[in-house]
């Protein structure tokens, strides 16, 4: 889409979007391309498989702790 269009389905001004958009593509979300005088954008979703490939450890980890908790709030509360 470009810049124009994702600024029509958010409640902030184009300029914003555009600040929003150059931060985007400068961590490597987004790629612009030039068609005659307008940029479009497309997501780049390979810096976010990676970003969801380390946190699933930590899923792990808080879905076990959550499991842990819940057992030992219907315990007796000694946690046996």
Do not use: C
């Amino acid at each position: 889409m470009s810049a124009g269009q994702i600024a029509r389905r958010f409640l902030v001004s184009r300029p914003a979007v555009s600040r929003h958009l150059r931060v985007l593509r400068r961590a490597g979300l987004v790629h612009e391309n030039r068609v005659a005088q307008s940029r479009v954008y497309t997501l780049n979703p390979a810096p976010l498989a990676r970003v969801d490939r380390w946190l699933e450890s930590y899923r792990t980890y808080w879905s076990t702790l959550r499991h842990d908790l819940k057992s030992f709030d219907e315990s007796d509360g000694t946690g046996i």
